[in-house]
């Protein structure tokens, strides 16, 4: 890793520095602005479309972007919240889901799996441009996941989402039971806040494999209820 390089989100804040950091990046802002109206102009629903510009603004605008800097904890908080509350909403905001299914669960799975390997990581800190490679990818794969869970039966809707619930909770499970810290930015980053980098990296585990899991399970089972919902009316009437 170059450790000359600062990530997008800046240096690792201390506690006492946090509430300082905000990111008033003017082309970032500009981007979300863009993202709204446009939109709009091509007929998106405004509360879904608000909703996941507003989360994306959270997470890269608030100091939550720099907290991501210290904490392996945070950014893994920041990944989940982007691909599964952030892309729904912009999924929703969307007239029509559709698309395939498998590739989209599958290109999902791929990529959420690469940008968390160590050596990849480290590669998505050492530039702006790494950077946001990695959040749009993990961003626009999600958006074609929900999409796609949106504009299929609800069997295969199901199928999709009970899939990717169980391999965010094994790459949670792996980086919980891991023996030794894997991301070598964050050796030195943790410390400040009353971790070490191993249960920093624990807790990141933890996060992804019940939080991020259970988002998809929650989601699993709406769909069903549209399953078996039309039988359980007619047995009532």
Known sequence: MDVTALPYCGGPPLPADLLGRWNLDPLLIAGLAALFFAGRALGARTRPLAGGVAI???????????????LFAMRVTHHVALTSLAAPLLAA???RGGGNIAGWTAAHAVLFWVWHAPPVYAFALA???AYWLMQASLLGSAVGFWRSVRGVSPPMAVAALLVTMVQMGLLGALLTFSAAPLYAWHWTTTQGWGLTPLADQQLAGLIMWVVGSAIYLLAALRRASDWIGPDRRLARA
């Not at 994306?56 to 210290?70: D, G, I, R, T, Y």
Request: glycine share 4%; charged share 5%; aromatic share 4%.
């Open 56 to 70: 994306l603004a959270v997470l890269f605008v608030s100091p939550l972007c720099a907290l991501s800097s210290s």
């Open 127 to 129: 530039s702006d441009g």
């Open 93 to 95: 905001a969307m007239l």
